[in-house]
């Protein structure tokens, strides 16, 4: 193996410094002269018709300048991800969820603005909502969009199940439900939209897809893109939920600052973030699981219900995910998922880490355990039995000769399985350990675009500038594309600096999204580094009258491989390559090898890497409150290669928590189409007094798709981390709990009935 000198080590985060000493810039930190607030006024009803909208009274207000309304926008008025898009910025119309904006206040303070929503007077006729799947889906249900109630559906086959089943020992069938859960970003949404003088737009976004917005805004704006720039502040978190709500503020505010001349801002209030934007799509799950005495699995039918709420947003690509993921990390012949979105009167669902893996992960190895129960075999046994192996067959039918390091990471979890496995009950306490593993594509595949631009630009003191349009939003990329650049060039990490998007100035990347930064982007950056390095040794065996072949990078010099003493600072090769006219800047692409799919059955190439997981909880259960405990967590992963084990155990951390947090506590509780809880007194997610003791261990199975072999890592624990916890507490309390969260509540009922 090659030997690496940045590639692998634990470097500290690049942009971490000015983070903690709040000298980094977020959105709410950009002052501009002139600069007004907007507030939106939200339906307040789950469905409706509206009849009127009268701003007149708020308008009088001192300070108010502009009540915006579905009439007043610039351009089609339609956002989503995926066309036919679905979601207007404002209706003009009919409501289809409580939170949903319907007009803007724009005025010199938020405080005025949203003062001044409550004198709009906004008739509106309510309509019967729709708040479950069932009722949208009833034959006589009154269609929330002119196309159904059905978002996406689609259907995955693999084998024959009724083969599947007639060669099964035992059959089980099991059903599971989870519900809604909030990114709860440090950061709520914000936008400001700043007119420029060259009759251009400029957005200073908290967001994670810059280009996703630039195309949206500028078609809502009436103008080119090109006469938009975003510029992606820092951003606290996005969890994938600011691509579709950086979107919609980033019009309204486009359009009043284009009305106004004048820069607006609109930032979220938490309870905006909660009731009016994005969640992850609660779901509902039937599984069919087939097996041999011997534990071999022979089929598995899946049916998965998500609720996604108004609007599509990524309905589509988590209907997919979640179809593409549900029958688990096994090789089995016979497969059938039947994977399907449904519009309810509610926040619309949409990205949030883990893309409906989480859902499925959950219901999938919850029904391993039973039937490892089922069948008398060792929860571990049966899924190593079962587990994918290279040159097996994914679900879709793809075979990987390498990089498929599932059962790698069973073994890693196995010692600590055996010797928590035997605690015994003591009085008052329960113990239980789960485990439960996930398999998660990596990048878009076959759901969209897989092409990644990455510029490397070194100057004549030979430090590099990165830019690339992949947003970092707290997961690290910058130190990831920091860590490749300086590898491959032979400077110190230091040297190197990842510049913010700006959609300006990098290329158009695709959404950030599905762990694909590390490794497609990592990809582009390495290079485009490469091609950089070309010339740096070109022109060194030039300086040193040489062969290329004899020079190494290394430490800032061009050094001679038969003697390490003879080095030339790689300034001073830099600046004679700029005089010599070699080039020093490159954009290079990182392109996926295409996906080949049949969007009929489902089968094909869909991904260009899995990262694989198992992750074991060992918990304890207090029998008389029904508290839990976290004693032990183990979450071990294929990522491929380590690039930065520090940034990628953070990863795991913060996506087990999640995952810990949508298996225990989360819950947007809804009540007539009205959200209870929109707030952080009322929405309970854990604290850093809830964390969980992450002692993680990285099985490195390299992927020839990804730089040094790297997979992405940034989702993957959402779903092991929640189904383990799951599968810990069944075990613990003797019952199989069907439904996350499993609160502290629901284990304190299913005692207490036992008493
Ligand atoms: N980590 C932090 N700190 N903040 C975030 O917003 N987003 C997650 C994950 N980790 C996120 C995060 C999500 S949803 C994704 S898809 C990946 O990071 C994206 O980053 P990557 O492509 O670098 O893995
Ligand atoms: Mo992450 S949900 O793929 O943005």
């Known amino acids: 193996m090659a030997e690496h000198t940045i590639i692998g080590k634990s470097v500290r ?83 289809r969820y409580a939170g949903e904006s319907i007009a803007l206040v724009v005025a010199d303070t938020r405080e005025g603005a949203k003062r001044a929503c409550r004198n709009i007077k906004a008739v509106i006729t309510p309509i019967e909502p729709i708040l479950t799947m069932e009722q949208a889906l009833a034959e006589d249900a009154r269609k929330i969009h ?37 990114h709860c ?108 005495k011997d534990g071999t699995i022979t089929a598995r039918q899946v049916k998965v219900l998500l609720d996604g709420g108004a609007y599509a947003s990524e309905s589509p690509f988590v209907t997919m995910k ?48 039973e039937l490892a129960k089922h069948l008398g075999i060792d929860p571990l046994e049966l899924r190593r039995k079962n587990g994918l192996k290279a ?32 605690k015994e009950n003591d009085g008052r306490y329960l113990y239980g350990t789960g485990i439960a593993s996930v398999i998660q594509g990596i990048s878009n595949g076959a759901e969209g675009v897989d092409v990644v631009g990455a510029s490397v630009q070194m100057s004549q003191d030979a430090s590099v500038l990165v830019g690339c349009g992949l947003a970092e939003m707290g997961q690290g990329s910058r130190t990831v594309f920091s860590q490749i650049a300086a590898e491959v060039l032979g400077i110190p990490v230091d040297w190197v600096t990842v510049r913010q998007v700006d959609t300006d100035a990098v290329h158009d990347s695709g959404p950030t999204v599905a762990s694909r930064s590390t490794t497609v982007g990592g990809m582009a950056v390495k290079q485009a580094a490469e091609t950089v390095r070309q010339s740096l040794v070109k022109m060194a065996s030039l300086m040193f009258k040489t062969d290329e072949s004899m020079i190494v990078l290394k430490e800032g010099f061009a050094v001679l491989t038969v003697d390490d003493t003879a080095r030339i600072p790689l300034r001073d090769v830099a600046t004679a390559a700029y005089w010599t ?105 854990p604290s850093i007094r809830d964390r969980i003791p992450t002692e993680t261990i990285f099985v490195e199975d390299p992927t020839p798709h990804g730089p040094y072999g790297a997979k992405g890592i940034g989702e993957p624990p959402v779903a092991a981390a929640a189904a383990a916890f799951a599968n810990a507490v069944s075990q613990a309390v003797g019952h199989r709990f069907t439904h996350i969260p499993i609160t502290r509540e629901d284990i304190a009922a299913v005692l207490q009935e036992e008493v």
Do not use: W
């Open 185 to 292: 970003y440090i950061e709520p949404e914000i936008a400001c939209a700043v007119p420029s003088g060259d009759n251009r737009i400029t957005l200073y976004v908290s967001c994670q897809s810059p280009f996703h917005i630039r195309g949206h805004v500028a078609a809502n704006l009436n103008v080119p893109a090109s006469k938009v720039k975003v510029v992606q502040a820092y951003t606290g978190g996005s969890f994938g939920g600011k691509d579709d709500a950086a979107v919609e503020i980033g019009i309204l505010a486009g359009t009043a600052a284009l009305k106004l001349g004048r820069p607006v801002t609109i930032a979220h209030e938490r309870e905006e973030s909660i009731a009016g934007t994005n969640v992850r799509h609660a779901a509902e799950i039937a599984y069919k699981t087939g097996a041999r």
């Open 146 to 182: 002119p196309q159904g109630n059905v978002t996406f559906s689609r259907t995955l086959t693999k084998g024959n199940v009724e083969q599947g089943f007639a060669e099964a020992d035992v059959v089980i069938e099991g059903s599971y439900t989870t519900t809604f859960q909030d």
């Open 391 to 422: 040159g097996d067959k994914t679900a879709t039918s793809q075979v990987y000769d390498q990089s498929v390091g599932y059962l790698q990471t069973l073994d890693a979890v196995e010692p600590s399985l055996r010797e928590t496995g035997t």
């Open 581 to 685: 006219g070699f080039p020093l800047m490159h954009l290079a692409f990182s392109q996926a090898e295409p996906a080949d799919f049949d969007h009929d059955t489902h089968q094909g190439r869909v991904y260009i890497a899995y990262n694989f997981g198992t992750h074991l909880m060992h918990v304890k259960v207090d029998r008389y409150t029904g508290e839990v405990e976290v004693l032990k967590h183990v979450a071990s992963h294929d990522v491929g290669k380590v690039v930065n084990p520090m940034a990628a155990s953070g990863q795991v951390e913060g996506a087990s928590l999640i995952g810990f947090a949508l298996g225990h506590m989360e819950k947007v509780e809804y009540k007539d189409g009205i959200i209870q809880n929109p707030t952080f007194a009322d929405y309970a997610f």
């Open 13 to 95: 985060k690049v942009d971490g410094i000015e983070l903690v000493t709040g000298k980094a810039k977020f959105t709410a930190d950009m002052k501009f002269p002139g600069m007004l607030y907007g507030y939106e006024l939200r339906a307040g009803v789950p469905a409706g018709i509206i009849e009127s909208i009268d701003a007149s009274e708020a308008l009088k207000e001192p300070g108010v300048h502009m009540v915006l309304t579905a009439k007043d926008l610039l351009g089609p008025n339609l956002i989503g991800v995926l066309p036919p898009f679905d979601q207007p910025v404002l209706p003009d119309r009919e409501i």
């Open 322 to 369: 979640a179809m593409i993921h549900a029958s688990g990390p096994y090789a089995i012949d016979h497969i059938e998922v039947e994977s399907t979105s449904v519009y309810t009167n509610k926040t619309y669902a949409g990205a949030f880490r883990g893309f409906g893996v989480p859902q499925v992960t959950f219901a999938s190895e919850s029904e391993i355990d």
